[in-house]
């Protein structure tokens, strides 16, 4: 592939993996420290500085605590699904990230390697097919320890994870149409091809697509698996020691694995935006920029000091989406469960499909009247998403379909209610109360 | 290395089957389920055919058993099933009629194993056309396109079907 | 008008009669989602069921329009052919019955209509893709279209736990034989490389089919067909599901379903598997038979009229079978006008059971029946009628579809089947005529309570469509007989094929 020797492609690609796998662990590691600083700051406190400057040999601390714990193993429990539990789940989270290309293409003595672990013809499926079997490590997990309160976690996990796949599907095929292929180095390619980064152009579907990964990583405001005020902590509650770092370490690769992904498929990738000259994409065996006003291929030019650049962009790009993770974890309250499933099934799936019409009809239309796939194509289906974009809020913004906790939201209470400083609490009509607790 | 690989997905995937029916709970049958499936989604890989190979894991071991193990964690609990498998005269029938079977089917592809397949597109050079997805939407979309619609009221019949049975309130 | 399927779009003028359908099966159910959850408003219920009717009257005018139109090039997935849109005519005449007879129903016994009347259509549906299909992809789905919906529509009474049963027995039994028949799809592909009917009757007429694999195939999808047509002895389902089966959903059913997996069953095994006749002659000639003898003598015990209009559809299942047996032009001809007979006077025989049991699973027993010749005369008559037909007595439609079916028959030279055929109708008669007995002679056990009965104007219609097409096809059966003589011929059967065993 990429036109390499086989004997380069498999020691590029066997130093590709072990560098983006112990990146990415290091990531995970200072992603928790990063979550624990953050959420410091948010609720002005100081956070972890004791373990090294700024605290930043904290996560060498807590791996090797929690490799020095005691491993539990509860009795009751399934044992080889318990201990299979945290295996699953932290194999998916990890080999996601395979696809995903992180820099611009590296030209050596001995040919030009791509930079991404594997790409593979069906790029996008490859994520779906294993954040599809992200589910079994959680529900295995929980179901084999025993215990209500963890096979509750797992259920709700599961349920969840399933109903927003479809969202995060549907949302993904707005890219897919807009590029014309699955693999991620091409939905790369067409964005720098395009002039735009599909952030504007499919902005609605940035948004489900944000929204569905939230619910697929149970981050807040959809962690129900782990409510900890609800079920001590999920699925996860029987696990100690190594066995739930290894959940842990599933949720934040996850987490990491996401924000790539949502880069790479909405900004651009490691794309370094208003300048051309970073663009590659492997095209009928030579790496090209791009296409001229006639149609021929323009050959890129690569450079290493380019791939450094666009290894920075991405970089950039992944951590802005992973604060953006811890910040509405730290600020937003957590959903109910029935309002979790209402959003998935009632406002996310409709919304999906049809904003996925309205793109593939936009498309169509823009294809038959012959606009060239470019600047002006990009910002009509701007135009187009962004309509679509304020209709889909404004329609959510309307308190019907997610009820909030209390019913006078719904039934406002008349103005001259009596004010009653303790709410009666009477046994017959529990909803009364409710209501006189909700107006004061 | 194909081979090789070829070799391991299949001992796999009827190592997985074997499992199905020998697991001693409904969830190792269950998983044993979801690695036999995988592997036939190795062997996808191995025949060049990408999309079928996601496909698989998507729909049949990601959604289709997840499913499945939703069901049997909320159904299973505590209930002893092994009076519910009943062994004797039938399953002797069933596994006399299946081995026969098996059997006349063996015979028949070992006397025509060097039959070779017939001409057709080569997907490689369909998948190099139209790219991994293109290579089966095409023909999805055009030749087969009255099956595929069909599909989707049968999917739409099944779900109100469901639903009517399903409903709290009747 | 010239279709032809090189090009695309022409599906959708060719599946003109399935798609209006299908829609209108959407349309019906968002109606029905708009009229709110309660079923309380009873005029409003019936609305959506005159609704469902618009929409198998549109299709019928789309399959009307089909008649003026030709078919050129290469074949499709869907033939336009005579036989097809015969076939959809009983399907239609099914439909408008099944649903005339179930407005008050529906109404009595509180079942959702909006879906209940969708389902019907998607249902319907179903029949047209088999009984059009020109692969057997689009038979395998065009089957589970009309299984799941009649799966769903058996178990649709809540509140009755007979209904439950009988959904789940047919869910599971036609799950199995669902399997069966997609095993054999995937023999008979691997016999001859294609799923293509006409590419499959080439390949096994001329004999590049792989022998053993095919015959496995045919064997599978037979075992496959004879679930769905309830043959001996693979009926065991069917008594316990048309008896527990809301009442209106057996009539509809045991006429609807029978005939689409029978028009199936023609196009698969007179067209493609034509080439191997000797190989399934055989088989299919024990099964007509013992269908015939079984049916007929368990038929003979019954004291459920359900249960014994169950049988019955068996039995008639096994007279069809002959025509299938027989393999020839005439044979199915006969068997096409056999069906229609067959769907209007079964649905027709329902109706008035279901009037008897007042709209609902009560007073099924024949004891039930007594002194309904002195308290309504009218339906009394009628229903005798109608059994007289499904006995085939002379003068009524079941005489001349039985009568055409015996003909072909004797020009195939079966002569046995056909004396197993005339013998086996006589003793059809015994069990028919004793509910005749009970309705006129027979006073009622407690001493003669009147029979409340209450007859809606969609029931009164079923009932005068059902008794003027009876008497109309027994007396004058010429230009419908000649129709479905031409439709048969597009099938393009040889002939009679016995002439390879003799």
């Given amino acids: 592939m990429s036109g390499l020797s086989p004997g380069v492609f498999l020691v590029t690609s066997a130093v590709k993996v072990v560098a983006v796998f112990s ?105 779906m097919a294993l954040s599809s079997l992200g589910v ?91 409510a900890e005020s609800e079920l001590v902590t999920g699925y996860h509650t029987e696990y100690s020691s190594m066995k739930f770092s290894m959940f842990f370490i599933a949720e934040y690769a996850h987490v990491i694995t996401q924000s790539a992904l949502m880069a790479t498929l909405f900004l651009g990738g490691w794309d370094i935006p208003f300048w051309h000259g970073d663009d590659a994409f492997y095209f009928q065996g030579q790496w090209i920029q791009g296409f001229d006003a006639a149609g021929t291929p323009v050959l890129a030019t690569l450079a290493w000091w380019k791939t450094l650049l666009t290894l920075g962009a991405f970089v950039l790009k992944t951590s802005l989406f992973v604060l953006v993770y811890i910040w509405v974890r730290w600020t937003l ?61 404004f329609w959510l913004d309307r308190d019907r379909v997610i009820s ?13 209610m009596p004010s009653v400083d303790v709410p009666q609490l009477s046994e017959t009509d529990p909803s009364q109360a409710a209501v006189g607790a909700g107006g004061n | 290395m194909i081979d090789i690989l070829f070799y391991v997905f299949a001992a796999l995937a009827l190592g997985g089957a074997m499992g199905v029916v020998a697991g001693r709970s409904p969830v190792a049958s269950l998983l ?10 190795g062997i996808y890989v191995l025949l060049e055919a990408h999309f079928l190979a996601a496909v698989q894991v998507i729909v049949y071991a990601g959604a289709i058993m997840v499913l499945f193990l939703f069901v049997i964690m909320l159904l299973n609990l505590g209930h002893n099933y092994h009076p519910d498998l009943k062994a004797g005269l039938w399953s002797a029938l069933s596994f006399a009629v299946a081995g026969a079977l098996f059997g006349f089917l063996g015979r028949q592809l070992w006397g025509n194993r060097t039959m070779t397949p017939e001409a057709g597109d080569s997907v490689d050079a369909l998948v190099a056309q139209y790219g991994a997805v293109g290579a089966i939407a095409r023909p999805l979309y055009t030749e087969w396109v009255v099956p595929f619609e069909i599909t989707g009221i049968l999917l739409l019949v099944a779900i109100v079907g469901a639903l009517v049975l399903a409903k709290q309130r009747v | 008008m010239v279709i032809d399927f090189s090009s695309n779009l022409d599906y959708v003028r060719a599946l003109l009669p399935e798609i209006i359908l299908c829609v209108w099966g959407m349309v019906v159910l968002m109606a029905g989602v708009w009229r709110g959850e309660s079923s309380e408003e009873g005029p409003r219920a019936e609305g959506l069921g005159w609704l469902a009717l618009v929409g198998v009257a549109f299709a019928a005018v789309a399959n009307g329009w089909l008649h003026g139109v030709r078919e050129v090039g290469t074949d499709g997935m869907i033939a336009v052919d005579g036989f097809r849109l015969f076939s959809n005519w009983i399907f239609l005449t099914a439909a408008l019955l099944g649903m005339l007879v179930s407005f008050a129903y529906v109404y009595r016994q509180r079942l959702q209509a909006g879906e209940y009347y969708a389902l019907m259509l998607f249902s319907v549906a179903g029949m047209m893709f088999m009984a059009g299909a020109r692969n057997l992809i689009v038979v395998f789905l065009g089957l589970e279209v009309m299984s799941i919906a009649v799966y769903a529509l058996s ?188 769907t209007v006077m079964n649905i027709s025989a329902f109706a008035v059971v279901i009037a008897v049991s007042n709209h609902g699973e009560e007073r099924l027993e024949f004891e039930d029946y007594a002194g309904l010749g002195r308290n309504q005369p009218g339906l009394a008559l009628l229903l005798t009628l109608f059994l007289l037909s499904l006995a085939g007595f002379p003068g009524t439609g079941g005489f001349m579809a039985k009568f055409q079916l015996l003909l072909g028959a004797m020009d195939a030279q079966l002569w046995v089947l056909s004396v197993i055929l005339v013998l086996s109708t006589v003793v059809s008669y015994a069990y028919y005529l004793r509910l005749a007995w009970y309705t006129w002679m027979r006073d009622p056990a407690d001493g003669g309570s009147p029979l409340p009965v209450y007859l809606p104007i969609g ?18 059966p010429g230009s419908v007989l000649d129709l479905a003589r031409a439709s048969a011929a597009g099938l393009g059967v040889a002939g009679p094929m016995v002439e390879i065993l003799h």
Wanted: aromatic fraction near 12%; proline fraction near 5%.
């Fill in chain 2, 32 to 41: 044993f389920m979801v690695l036999c499936l995988g592997s036939v989604a």
């Fill in chain 1, 404 to 416: 909030g906790a209390s019913p006078s939201a719904r039934w406002p209470l008349p103005q001259s």
């Fill in chain 1, 23 to 127: 990146v990415l662990m290091v990531a995970v590691a200072y992603t928790t420290l990063a979550e624990r600083r953050v959420s410091a700051w948010i609720q002005d406190r100081m956070g972890p500085n004791r373990v090294g400057p700024f605290g930043l040999l904290q996560p060498i601390a807590d791996g090797i605590k929690n490799f020095l714990k005691e491993e539990t193993l509860p009795g009751t429990s399934t044992k080889l699904f318990f201990v299979l539990g945290p295996m699953l789940a932290i194999v998916p989270a990890l080999v996601t990230f395979a696809v995903v290309p992180f820099a611009a293409p590296l030209p050596t003595p001995w040919g030009t390697v791509p930079m991404i672990v594997a790409d593979v013809p069906i790029g996008i499926l490859y994520i």
């Fill in chain 3, 155 to 342: 178990a649709f009474n809540r509140r009755d736990r007979r209904s439950a049963e009988a959904g789940l027995k047919y869910f599971i039994l036609g799950a199995f034989s669902t399997g069966f028949f997609l095993y054999g799809i995937a023999l008979t592909y691997g016999a001859t490389g294609s799923t293509h009917l006409p590419t499959i009757a080439l390949a096994v007429s001329n004999g590049t089919a792989h022998g053993a694999l095919l015959l496995f195939g045919v064997a599978l999808m037979g075992v496959g067909f004879a679930f769905k047509v309830s043959a001996v002895p693979f009926h065991m389902w069917a008594p316990d599901v048309y008896e527990g089966a809301p009442s209106p959903v057996t009539a509809f059913m045991s006429a609807g379903v029978k005939a689409a997996a029978f028009a199936a069953f023609f196009r698969v095994f007179l067209v493609s598997f034509q080439g191997a006749y000797e190989s399934w002659y055989g088989v299919m000639w024990w099964l007509s038979a013992t269908t015939m003898v079984g049916a007929n003598l368990i038929a003979l015990v019954q004291t459920n009229v359900k249960r014994m209009l169950a049988y019955s559809s068996i039995a008639h299942g096994g007279y069809l079978l002959v025509a299938i047996t027989a393999a020839n032009q005439a044979s199915a001809g006969a068997a096409l006008f056999y069906l229609l007979v067959y």
């Fill in chain 1, 333 to 393: 309250p957590r959903f109910r469960y029935d309002q979790v499933m209402q959003l998935g099934w009632k406002i996310m799936l409709p919304t999906a499909l049809a904003y996925l019409m309205l793109i593939a009809g936009t498309i169509l239309v823009l294809d038959e009247i012959s606009v060239p796939f470019g600047l002006t194509y990009g910002l009509i289906l701007t135009v187009v998403s962004m309509i679509g974009t304020v209709v889909f809020t």
């Fill in chain 3, 459 to 476: 029931m009164r219609l079923a009932l005068v469509v059902g008794a003027a097409v009876v008497i109309w096809l027994g007396l004058f």
């Fill in chain 1, 136 to 226: 079994y490590g959680i529900v295995l997990g929980g179901w084999a320890s025993n215990n209500k309160y963890s096979f509750l976690g797992a259920l709700r996990a599961s349920a969840q994870m399933v109903s927003y796949e479809v969202a995060l599907g549907l949302s993904l095929v707005t890219v897919l149409m807009l590029t014309g292929n699955v693999t991620l180095t091409q939905v790369v390619f067409e964005q720098q091809h395009l002039g735009l980064w599909f952030v504007l152009p499919l902005s609605l579907g940035f948004i489900l697509f944000v929204i569905s990964a939230f619910a697929e990583t149970n981050r807040l405001p959809f962690d129900m698996p782990e």
